[in-house]
Protein backbone atom coordinates (compact mmCIF):
# COMPACT_ATOMS: atom_id res chain seq x y z
CA UNK A 1 0.00 0.00 0.00
CA UNK A 2 1.79 3.64 -0.47
CA UNK A 3 0.80 6.81 0.87
CA UNK A 4 -0.69 10.09 -0.53
CA UNK A 5 -2.89 10.94 2.48
CA UNK A 6 -1.60 12.79 4.48
CA UNK A 7 -1.50 16.21 3.52
CA UNK A 8 -5.31 16.22 3.51
CA UNK A 9 -5.20 15.23 6.85
CA UNK A 10 -3.33 17.54 7.48
CA UNK A 11 -5.72 20.46 6.43
CA UNK A 12 -8.75 18.90 8.06
CA UNK A 13 -7.38 16.73 10.67
CA UNK A 14 -10.79 16.28 12.64
CA UNK A 15 -13.44 16.17 10.01
CA UNK A 16 -15.10 13.55 8.27
CA UNK A 17 -14.03 12.43 4.91
CA UNK A 18 -16.46 8.86 4.85
CA UNK A 19 -20.17 8.95 4.64
CA UNK A 20 -22.55 6.06 4.35
CA UNK A 21 -26.40 6.03 3.40
CA UNK A 22 -27.04 6.70 7.72
CA UNK A 23 -23.90 6.97 9.10
CA UNK A 24 -21.11 9.61 9.53
CA UNK A 25 -17.44 8.98 10.48
CA UNK A 26 -15.57 11.27 12.83
CA UNK A 27 -12.53 12.36 14.30
CA UNK A 28 -9.04 12.59 13.83
CA UNK A 29 -6.59 10.42 10.62
CA UNK A 30 -4.10 8.17 11.55
CA UNK A 31 -2.17 6.64 9.26
CA UNK A 32 -0.73 3.57 9.60
CA UNK A 33 1.94 0.82 7.26
CA UNK A 34 1.48 -3.24 7.92
CA UNK A 35 4.83 -3.60 9.53
CA UNK A 36 4.58 -7.88 10.25
CA UNK A 37 2.55 -10.09 8.31
CA UNK A 38 2.04 -13.90 9.33
CA UNK A 39 1.25 -16.14 6.59
CA UNK A 40 0.21 -19.38 8.89
CA UNK A 41 2.32 -22.06 9.39
CA UNK A 42 0.26 -24.29 11.20
CA UNK A 43 -3.48 -25.31 11.35
CA UNK A 44 -3.39 -24.15 14.62
CA UNK A 45 -1.89 -20.20 13.45
CA UNK A 46 -4.55 -20.59 10.81
CA UNK A 47 -7.47 -20.43 13.49
CA UNK A 48 -6.02 -18.07 15.19
CA UNK A 49 -5.42 -15.38 11.85
CA UNK A 50 -9.04 -15.97 11.23
CA UNK A 51 -12.38 -14.44 11.69
CA UNK A 52 -16.27 -15.66 11.72
CA UNK A 53 -16.90 -15.00 7.72
CA UNK A 54 -20.41 -16.07 7.95
CA UNK A 55 -21.75 -16.01 11.38
CA UNK A 56 -21.85 -19.41 12.40
CA UNK A 57 -19.46 -18.89 14.65
CA UNK A 58 -16.33 -20.54 13.46
CA UNK A 59 -13.19 -19.25 12.49
CA UNK A 60 -12.63 -19.55 8.71
CA UNK A 61 -9.43 -19.43 6.76
CA UNK A 62 -9.63 -22.71 4.71
CA UNK A 63 -6.44 -21.31 2.62
CA UNK A 64 -4.36 -20.67 5.79
CA UNK A 65 -5.03 -23.98 6.56
CA UNK A 66 -3.34 -25.09 3.34
CA UNK A 67 -1.05 -22.70 4.09
CA UNK A 68 -0.10 -24.07 7.39
CA UNK A 69 -0.35 -27.81 5.87
CA UNK A 70 2.45 -26.73 3.38
CA UNK A 71 4.87 -25.34 5.77
CA UNK A 72 5.07 -28.38 7.36
CA UNK A 73 6.16 -30.03 3.86
CA UNK A 74 8.72 -27.27 3.79
CA UNK A 75 6.66 -25.41 1.20
CA UNK A 76 5.69 -22.12 2.97
CA UNK A 77 5.59 -19.01 1.56
CA UNK A 78 5.94 -16.83 5.18
CA UNK A 79 9.80 -16.14 4.94
CA UNK A 80 9.00 -14.94 1.34
CA UNK A 81 6.23 -13.15 2.26
CA UNK A 82 8.66 -11.19 5.36
CA UNK A 83 11.45 -10.85 3.04
CA UNK A 84 9.43 -8.80 0.37
CA UNK A 85 7.69 -6.57 2.97
CA UNK A 86 11.03 -6.08 4.80
CA UNK A 87 12.36 -5.12 1.07
CA UNK A 88 9.48 -3.31 -0.03
CA UNK A 89 7.94 -4.59 -2.60
CA UNK A 90 4.99 -6.02 -0.83
CA UNK A 91 3.40 -2.39 0.69
CA UNK A 92 -0.03 -2.32 2.47
CA UNK A 93 -1.66 1.12 4.14
CA UNK A 94 -4.23 1.83 6.62
CA UNK A 95 -6.23 4.52 7.78
CA UNK A 96 -7.77 4.81 10.72
CA UNK A 97 -10.53 7.59 11.42
CA UNK A 98 -11.51 8.07 15.16
CA UNK A 99 -12.26 9.95 18.27
CA UNK A 100 -10.87 7.52 20.57
CA UNK A 101 -8.41 4.55 20.76
CA UNK A 102 -10.12 2.93 23.74
CA UNK A 103 -13.83 3.23 23.58
CA UNK A 104 -15.76 5.71 20.88
CA UNK A 105 -18.69 5.11 23.03
CA UNK A 106 -21.38 7.66 21.72
CA UNK A 107 -18.51 10.38 20.51
CA UNK A 108 -18.90 9.26 17.33
CA UNK A 109 -18.64 6.19 14.46
CA UNK A 110 -15.01 4.92 13.54
CA UNK A 111 -13.92 4.22 10.18
CA UNK A 112 -10.88 2.14 8.78
CA UNK A 113 -9.95 1.60 5.38
CA UNK A 114 -6.81 -0.08 3.31
CA UNK A 115 -4.70 0.52 0.23
CA UNK A 116 -1.58 -0.91 -1.56
CA UNK A 117 1.14 1.31 -1.95
CA UNK A 118 4.66 2.14 -2.74
CA UNK A 119 7.24 4.85 -2.90
CA UNK A 120 8.89 3.55 0.58
CA UNK A 121 10.91 6.33 2.16
CA UNK A 122 13.43 5.79 3.71
CA UNK A 123 14.72 3.40 1.57
CA UNK A 124 13.84 -0.03 2.54
CA UNK A 125 17.56 -1.21 2.75
CA UNK A 126 20.73 0.04 3.97
CA UNK A 127 22.52 -2.95 2.73
CA UNK A 128 20.46 -4.71 -0.10
CA UNK A 129 22.78 -7.72 0.32
CA UNK A 130 22.37 -7.96 4.13
CA UNK A 131 18.54 -8.80 4.85
CA UNK A 132 18.95 -7.78 8.41
CA UNK A 133 19.88 -3.87 7.15
CA UNK A 134 16.21 -3.69 5.69
CA UNK A 135 12.88 -2.47 6.91
CA UNK A 136 13.71 1.09 7.89
CA UNK A 137 10.42 2.19 6.14
CA UNK A 138 8.82 0.20 8.77
CA UNK A 139 9.61 1.43 12.15
CA UNK A 140 6.90 4.34 12.27
CA UNK A 141 8.59 7.25 10.28
CA UNK A 142 7.96 5.81 7.23
CA UNK A 143 6.63 7.82 4.20
CA UNK A 144 4.43 6.21 0.94
CA UNK A 145 2.17 6.11 -2.12
CA UNK A 146 -1.06 4.92 -2.45
CA UNK A 147 -2.37 2.96 -5.56
CA UNK A 148 -6.38 4.34 -5.83
CA UNK A 149 -7.54 1.46 -7.48
CA UNK A 150 -6.60 -0.63 -4.29
CA UNK A 151 -8.81 1.16 -1.86
CA UNK A 152 -11.13 -1.37 -0.11
CA UNK A 153 -14.52 -0.37 1.44
CA UNK A 154 -15.14 1.46 4.18
CA UNK A 155 -14.79 -0.44 7.80
CA UNK A 156 -17.22 1.28 10.19
CA UNK A 157 -18.32 0.52 13.91
CA UNK A 158 -17.22 1.61 17.54
CA UNK A 159 -14.47 1.12 19.62
CA UNK A 160 -14.82 -0.56 22.41
CA UNK A 161 -11.76 -1.54 24.77
CA UNK A 162 -9.35 -0.52 22.35
CA UNK A 163 -11.06 -3.32 20.01
CA UNK A 164 -12.25 -2.25 16.92
CA UNK A 165 -14.60 -5.27 14.70
CA UNK A 166 -16.45 -4.52 11.43
CA UNK A 167 -17.13 -6.02 7.69
CA UNK A 168 -15.33 -4.37 5.48
CA UNK A 169 -16.70 -5.43 2.00
CA UNK A 170 -13.85 -5.66 -0.84
CA UNK A 171 -10.57 -5.72 0.42
CA UNK A 172 -7.37 -6.16 -1.81
CA UNK A 173 -4.34 -7.43 0.21
CA UNK A 174 -1.33 -8.73 -1.35
CA UNK A 175 0.68 -12.28 0.08
CA UNK A 176 4.20 -13.39 -1.71
CA UNK A 177 4.44 -16.73 -3.70
CA UNK A 178 7.79 -17.34 -5.24
CA UNK A 179 9.30 -14.09 -4.54
CA UNK A 180 6.47 -12.39 -6.25
CA UNK A 181 3.69 -10.50 -4.56
CA UNK A 182 0.15 -12.00 -5.78
CA UNK A 183 -2.81 -9.13 -5.48
CA UNK A 184 -6.29 -10.65 -4.41
CA UNK A 185 -9.88 -9.36 -3.53
CA UNK A 186 -10.78 -10.18 -0.30
CA UNK A 187 -14.77 -10.49 -0.70
CA UNK A 188 -17.40 -10.30 2.33
CA UNK A 189 -14.38 -9.20 3.87
CA UNK A 190 -13.92 -8.03 8.38
CA UNK A 191 -11.39 -6.65 10.16
CA UNK A 192 -10.38 -6.67 13.77
CA UNK A 193 -8.16 -4.24 15.30
CA UNK A 194 -6.76 -4.56 18.66
CA UNK A 195 -3.93 -2.68 21.20
CA UNK A 196 -5.36 0.06 19.45
CA UNK A 197 -3.02 3.24 19.24
CA UNK A 198 -1.61 5.92 17.17
CA UNK A 199 1.53 4.42 16.70
CA UNK A 200 1.10 0.68 16.39
CA UNK A 201 -2.24 -1.88 15.67
CA UNK A 202 -2.59 -5.41 15.77
CA UNK A 203 -5.01 -6.67 13.83
CA UNK A 204 -6.69 -9.30 11.56
CA UNK A 205 -7.65 -9.30 7.84
CA UNK A 206 -9.85 -11.81 6.88
CA UNK A 207 -12.36 -12.63 3.71
CA UNK A 208 -13.16 -14.64 0.87
CA UNK A 209 -11.41 -15.18 -2.15
CA UNK A 210 -13.31 -15.59 -6.21
CA UNK A 211 -13.04 -18.71 -8.10
CA UNK A 212 -11.55 -16.73 -10.64
CA UNK A 213 -8.99 -15.20 -8.44
CA UNK A 214 -8.02 -19.02 -7.35
CA UNK A 215 -7.74 -20.08 -10.81
CA UNK A 216 -6.44 -17.11 -12.16
CA UNK A 217 -4.33 -15.91 -9.46
CA UNK A 218 -3.46 -18.37 -7.03
CA UNK A 219 -2.75 -21.18 -8.92
CA UNK A 220 -0.52 -19.66 -11.45
CA UNK A 221 1.62 -18.31 -9.15
CA UNK A 222 1.52 -21.79 -7.29
CA UNK A 223 2.68 -23.79 -9.98
CA UNK A 224 5.31 -21.24 -10.91
CA UNK A 225 6.95 -22.09 -7.40
CA UNK A 226 6.55 -25.41 -7.65
CA UNK A 227 8.28 -25.51 -11.18
CA UNK A 228 11.09 -23.21 -9.77
CA UNK A 229 11.29 -25.87 -6.75
CA UNK A 230 11.77 -28.98 -9.45
CA UNK A 231 13.62 -27.36 -11.42
CA UNK A 232 16.54 -26.17 -9.21
CA UNK A 233 16.27 -29.25 -6.57
CA UNK A 234 16.01 -31.86 -9.46
CA UNK A 235 18.68 -33.12 -11.61
CA UNK A 236 20.88 -33.94 -9.14
CA UNK A 237 23.82 -37.22 -9.86
CA UNK A 238 22.38 -39.21 -7.06
CA UNK A 239 18.45 -38.61 -8.21
CA UNK A 240 16.27 -41.06 -9.16
CA UNK A 241 15.04 -41.12 -12.73
CA UNK A 242 12.95 -39.46 -14.66
CA UNK A 243 14.08 -35.97 -13.32
CA UNK A 244 17.07 -36.78 -10.99
CA UNK A 245 15.19 -35.81 -7.87
CA UNK A 246 16.56 -37.08 -4.36
CA UNK A 247 14.06 -39.87 -2.87
CA UNK A 248 12.46 -38.23 0.28
CA UNK A 249 12.48 -34.66 -0.96
CA UNK A 250 10.30 -31.83 -1.28
CA UNK A 251 10.76 -31.77 -5.19
CA UNK A 252 10.47 -35.33 -5.44
CA UNK A 253 6.98 -35.12 -3.81
CA UNK A 254 6.21 -32.45 -5.84
CA UNK A 255 7.26 -34.30 -9.04
CA UNK A 256 5.42 -37.10 -8.31
CA UNK A 257 2.07 -35.37 -7.08
CA UNK A 258 2.11 -32.54 -10.44
CA UNK A 259 4.24 -34.09 -12.92
CA UNK A 260 1.68 -36.28 -14.54
CA UNK A 261 0.89 -35.99 -17.89
CA UNK A 262 3.59 -36.11 -19.58
CA UNK A 263 5.86 -37.11 -17.04
CA UNK A 264 8.78 -34.95 -18.63
CA UNK A 265 9.84 -32.82 -15.58
CA UNK A 266 8.20 -29.67 -16.06
CA UNK A 267 4.88 -28.59 -14.18
CA UNK A 268 2.25 -26.48 -15.91
CA UNK A 269 -0.24 -24.77 -14.25
CA UNK A 270 -3.22 -27.07 -16.11
CA UNK A 271 -1.23 -30.19 -14.12
CA UNK A 272 -1.61 -28.38 -10.69
CA UNK A 273 -5.43 -26.75 -11.72
CA UNK A 274 -6.05 -30.09 -12.34
CA UNK A 275 -5.08 -32.14 -9.80
CA UNK A 276 -7.87 -33.53 -7.62
CA UNK A 277 -5.49 -32.98 -4.11
CA UNK A 278 -5.70 -29.16 -4.94
CA UNK A 279 -9.08 -29.34 -6.44
CA UNK A 280 -10.17 -30.65 -2.91
CA UNK A 281 -8.36 -28.27 -1.06
CA UNK A 282 -8.69 -24.80 -2.85
CA UNK A 283 -12.86 -25.49 -3.44
CA UNK A 284 -14.70 -22.93 -2.17
CA UNK A 285 -15.85 -23.18 1.74
CA UNK A 286 -17.61 -20.48 2.56
CA UNK A 287 -21.66 -19.33 0.37
CA UNK A 288 -22.18 -15.81 1.21
CA UNK A 289 -25.04 -14.56 -0.42
CA UNK A 290 -24.37 -16.07 -4.04
CA UNK A 291 -20.91 -15.78 -3.91
CA UNK A 292 -19.06 -19.23 -3.35
CA UNK A 293 -15.76 -18.38 -1.84
CA UNK A 294 -12.54 -19.51 -0.21
CA UNK A 295 -11.82 -18.71 3.18
CA UNK A 296 -8.34 -16.56 3.94
CA UNK A 297 -6.99 -14.86 6.88
CA UNK A 298 -3.72 -13.17 8.09
CA UNK A 299 -3.04 -11.60 11.27
CA UNK A 300 -0.62 -8.36 10.59
CA UNK A 301 1.41 -5.71 13.02
CA UNK A 302 0.66 -2.04 11.98
CA UNK A 303 3.27 0.82 12.62
CA UNK A 304 3.13 4.18 12.54
CA UNK A 305 3.13 6.07 8.67
CA UNK A 306 2.52 8.85 6.41
CA UNK A 307 0.40 9.12 3.30
CA UNK A 308 -2.34 10.99 1.39
CA UNK A 309 -5.33 9.01 1.22
CA UNK A 310 -7.11 9.31 -1.99
CA UNK A 311 -10.53 11.64 -2.26
CA UNK A 312 -13.43 9.68 -1.35
Known amino acids: MRPVYFALVALCAACSLYRGDDLEVEGEHFQYVVSELRIPTSNAMARTSALDLNGDKIADNQLGE ?79 SVDASTTSDLAAGAVDKATFEAAIGQMPVEIVVDQIPLRLVLRHARVRLTAISADHISAIFAGGITSGDVDGVVIPEAAAQIQRIVATECGQPGGDPPCGCVRGSRARLLADLFDTSPRNCEITVAEVHDSSLVQSLLAPDLELGKDKLLSFGVSVELARATFQPPLP
Not at 92 to 118: N, P
Not at 119 to 131: E, K, N, R, V
Open 66 to 144: VFGALAVQGLGVGETARESLLRGGLIMLADLQTTSFASTGDTGITGFTTFLGGDPSPAPCTDPGDLATCGQHLHGTGSF
